[in-house]
């Protein structure tokens, strides 16, 4: 019987690797992956409703069938406040007076609604006595309604027991020269008519000149 016999390399290893003369190593099988490591003290399991996971905190969770980790999904964020848009009334047509509104300690105030043009002559000055004079004077927007006896109190005449004081009304002339027209004072019975009855209506300071006033004593 022919002895059979083994070639061993120096180090003890069989020549080749092992791989047999006759057969060409780079169609050898590649050499298989070790196994994982078998951990002897796992992390416990997180119990919540669904599929079983362990955590892993650089991560995410892993569920324990399946062998590929997942991350941590992001929480949803919250929806959008919803913001209701209430627009404030735009209030009865009175509460503007030539696209103005005045508003009073959280109160509307409503306007007459028709008003004249009055312009009053400052500093007690009556033109009628000295002609061509230069002089200052105020122009307002005045209801129709008031009464003359209070446009008196308004522009800021008072009562005098030294004398009766009121206003003139002024009908210009041209040239600076300016003659006096009716005059009313307080507390008379005439003086309690409405501007707009004595003709000093919307349409002064549009079609016609405005009413021209100064202060009269009598």
Same mark, same amino acid.
């Given at each position: ?89 735009? +209030? ?5 007076? #030539? !696209? ?5 300690? *959280?109160? /509307?105030? @409503?306007?007459?609604? =028709? ?50 004081? +009121? ?5 210009? #002339? !041209? ?5 006096? *027209?009716? /005059?009313? @004072?307080?507390?008379? =019975? ?29």
């Amino acid at each position: 019987m022919t002895p059979r016999l083994h070639y061993v390399t120096p180090d003890g290893l069989p020549p080749n690797g092992g791989v047999p003369p006759n057969v060409n190593p780079q169609y050898m099988n590649p050499a298989r992956p070790p196994p994982p490591p078998v951990f002897h003290n796992p992390v416990p399991a997180v119990a919540f409703h669904g599929v079983p996971t362990v955590p892993r905190p650089d991560f995410g969770f892993v569920p324990l069938d399946h062998p590929t980790w997942l991350p941590l999904q992001p929480a949803s964020p919250a929806p959008p406040a919803q913001v209701s848009i209430s627009r404030a009334p735009q +209030g009865p047509p009175g509460a503007k007076f #030539k !696209g103005t509104a005045l508003n009073i300690e *959280g109160k /509307s105030y @409503l306007f007459p609604g =028709k008003h004249t043009t009055i312009h009053f002559v400052l500093d007690g000055f009556q033109p009628w006595k000295a002609p061509h004079r230069q002089f200052s004077f105020s122009a307002h927007e005045v209801p129709t309604l008031m009464t003359i006896d209070e446009l008196i109190r308004q522009l800021g005449i008072s009562e005098d027991r030294a004398e009766k004081r +009121g206003i003139a009304e002024l009908i210009e #002339k !041209g040239d600076g020269i300016w003659q006096q *027209g009716g /005059s009313f @004072l307080l507390g008379e =019975k005439r003086s309690s008519q409405t501007l707009g009855s004595l003709g000093w209506n919307e349409s002064r300071g549009k079609e016609r000149k405005p009413t021209w006033v100064c202060l009269y004593t009598g």
